[in-house]
């Protein structure tokens, strides 16, 4: 038989990150820990390069290569550079925290550019095998990044809790894909939405395996009922992790929500649509609720997160083309805040000290008037306060499933955001309206400081002109999910 | 039923029953056994497959290696299991409730006659004994799954450093071997001849007692 040679120069990001962190892996052995810096440097360069490549080998038709496995369209490339992003100021983030506290080791960047690769590996996957090793090298990734404070109790219960809920998540998904595969004969996305299609009457052993697959999906998205393991994890993890899991995983998340339920099963949207509205609706209650009970802030922004996913689910369930890109916009939205939030959190820790509380906010605004005015920007984003872009975020997806149908679901959202708004406008209360507990001036490092201030800057311009970025969203998916 | 039916539901129950002991056993060791029983009658089901080297490959690897290997870990660690099962009563109602549930659940929708009527209507082809699994799944793995395979080798390779990253940690306390230095030793580097004072006091008075005999 013969087989034609996979087109490579499509996978080319891939292929870069990948030969990068195995450098990384041997230039770091030689480095003593005085040098360490040139790993940092190298991992920077790393993300950097991987941009430049998606972007100039970027393409306006989606491309399949590797047996039709690996798909290369606008909302992969646009998906992966907003990952390159958001771990490049993860890291930036990072640096000081992890250095105060022994865990600026290669093996912190290796761990954080293989999850990376997984995340790409998802966003490009275009066949469900693809889609669950992509899963699988981004927790196994995470786990280990979780449990790498070795002397924490804390850390390493949280990791524990992580991997034993990640892989019963991963057994329930690749029971629903077997199912599914059973079904289709065939474990190709495309393959197997066209034989959805084609299939009339009863799909009972279809809708079987949907239950699984959205139940594994729920797992990682983190929403009600399989939300439990995102408090103890974002607590327990040390903060540099915390904020790592919060930012780009929820847009590979993104991605894999959109291959397998939307591109692969879009066909059985009936089945599915149900699923997610109980599902969003859980989600937008308990997140919401549960987090005015917090006095840690990171458990707290765990709970916020549970809320934010279920608004994230609202986009799919409408089950347009315009309630897809709303969803791509709201997960692009999300990470720029919780990135900005949990860098906030970080930004007040310093040696032996760690914000967590939320009385560690208190009198912020006395101690450094800036740093308060940026966290009033993420926190009201948060809630979804105009003028700041987390209102268009809401707006967006709450118009599309308007659109749909789904009015008592919208109200109750709304309802939900509302009582939301009391935990993010509490922090607030506390930094602007008390008096501090402890003095300790705030000194960041200068491209954290610039970086974080960006960071809050753009959480205001994208919140005045949402146009470009919300244009970029329904181009992309207006490009790839056909 | 015919004979190839009888083998599969006396080699799924065995499975099953060796699974739910794996789970229930007292005895850590014996629920290793049992993990290798339950791994045992897979690889036996593959064989009904006409899956082969993968049954063999599960025997030698899983079997072989890793229980055995396991076997020595809870047999070396001291472990107390009854710590570990504390609150496996209290929470066992609530756990059986919500497990029938999910039994019966799927019981209805797998019982129901719609679940049966159609399946992708594709019966697997029964091969002959000149076919060769080895040469099929090699052949499938480097041409057309080689992008998955390529990630299964990233994942190990992410395991290898995670393993190495969670658990080297260089212990002020603990003394190494420099197995160079310890070739290249001499003599004078180890050894020291020191004169003992004990020593020389024998040796006059044994001096001593000879010139008494020699002049006497």
């Known amino acids: ?482 | 039923m015919n004979a190839q039916t009888l083998i599969f539901y006396f080699f799924a129950t065995i499975l099953l029953f060796a699974a739910a002991r794996v789970v229930t056993a007292r005895n850590p060791v014996h629920s290793a056994l049992f993990l290798v029983l339950a791994f045992f009658t897979a690889a036996a089901l593959w064989i009904m497959l006409q899956a082969e080297f993968l049954a063999i490959v599960l025997v030698l690897v899983y079997v072989g290696a890793v229980m055995v290997l396991f076997l020595f870990v809870v047999m070396m660690l001291d472990i107390n299991y009854d710590t570990l099962r504390e609150g496996f009563w209290d929470n066992l109602p609530f756990a059986l409730l919500v497990a029938v549930l999910m039994a019966a659940e799927m019981a209805v929708v797998v019982a129901g006659r719609n679940f049966w009527a159609n399946g992708s209507g594709v019966s697997p082809v029964i091969h002959g004994p000149e076919y060769s699994n080895i040469k099929e799944l090699g052949r499938l793995i480097y041409t057309e799954y080689v992008y998955p395979f390529e990630i299964a080798s990233v994942i190990l390779l992410v395991a290898i450093v995670a393993a190495i990253a969670l658990t080297l940690r260089r212990r002020k306390d603990t003394k190494y071997q420099d197995s160079a230095q310890q070739i290249a030793v001499r003599r004078n580097d180890r050894l020291r001849i020191i004169p003992v004072a004990a020593d020389n006091k024998l040796r006059q008075k044994h001096e001593a007692v000879e010139q008494t005999e020699k002049q006497s």
């Open chain 1, 1 to 482: 038989m013969t087989f034609p040679m996979p087109n490579l120069t499509l996978a080319l990001p891939e292929i870069f990150v990948l030969v990068m962190v195995s450098l990384i892996l041997i230039v770091d052995l030689f480095l003593s820990a005085k040098n360490r810096f040139v790993t940092y440097a190298l991992t920077q360069i790393t993300l950097l390069g991987a941009a430049w490549i998606t972007v100039s080998t970027h393409s306006a038709v989606p491309q399949y290569t590797f047996s039709n496995m690996f798909v290369d369209d606008a909302m992969s490339d646009v998906l992966k550079l907003m990952s390159y992003v958001a771990v490049s100021v993860v890291l930036v983030y990072s640096r000081t925290y992890i250095s105060l506290r022994g865990m600026f080791r290669g093996e912190f960047f290796a761990l954080a550019l293989f999850a990376l690769l997984g995340m790409m590996v998802m966003i490009s996957a275009n066949h469900f095998l693809v889609l669950y090793m992509g899963l699988e090298l981004l927790s196994l990734s995470l786990y280990a990044m979780v449990a790498l404070q070795r002397d924490s109790a804390l850390a390493t219960e949280a990791a524990m809790k992580y991997f034993v809920l990640g892989a019963l998540a991963s057994g329930l998904l690749l029971y629903g894909m077997s199912m599914l595969y059973g079904a289709t004969g065939s474990l190709n996305i495309n393959q197997v939405a066209t034989v959805i299609q084609n299939t009339t009457g009863n799909h009972v052993v279809l809708t079987f395996g949907l239950v699984f697959v959205v139940a594994g999906l729920a797992f990682k998205l983190g929403v009600v009922p399989f939300h439990m393991w995102i408090p103890d994890v974002y607590q327990g993890a040390p903060t540099a992790v915390t904020l790592f899991i919060g930012s780009a995983p929820k847009i590979a998340a993104f991605a894999f929500v959109a291959r397998l339920l939307v591109e692969g099963l879009q066909g059985l949207v009936q089945d599915w649509q149900g699923m997610l509205v109980i599902m969003a609706f859980l989600s937008m209650a308990i997140g919401n609720i549960t987090a005015i009970a917090q006095t840690n802030i990171k458990r707290m922004l765990a709970y916020s997160t549970i809320s934010h996913m279920g608004f994230l689910l609202l986009g799919f369930l409408s089950g347009t083309l315009n309630g897809y890109s709303s969803s791509m916009f709201y997960v692009l939205v999300y990470v720029l805040m919780s990135v900005g939030g949990f860098g906030m959190v970080m930004l007040m820790s310093r040696q032996g000290f760690e914000a967590e509380n939320l009385d560690d906010f208190k009198g912020l605004n006395q101690r450094s008037p800036w740093y308060a005015f940026m966290m009033l920007l993420f926190m009201f984003s948060m809630a979804g306060i105009p003028p700041t872009v987390g209102f268009y975020a809401k707006l967006s997806v709450l118009q599309a499933a308007l659109q749909a149908g789904f009015v008592w679901l919208v109200v109750s959202a709304v309802l939900f955001s509302v009582i939301g708004a009391f935990y993010y406008l509490r922090i607030i209360k506390l930094m602007y309206f008390d008096a501090p507990q402890d003095e300790t001036p705030i000194r960041p490092e200068g491209d954290m400081a610039m970086l974080i201030s960006t960071n809050g800057l753009a959480v205001l311009a994208l919140g005045i002109l949402p146009q470009p970025l919300m244009a970029l969203c329904a181009y992309s998916i207006q490009r790839s999910l056909l």
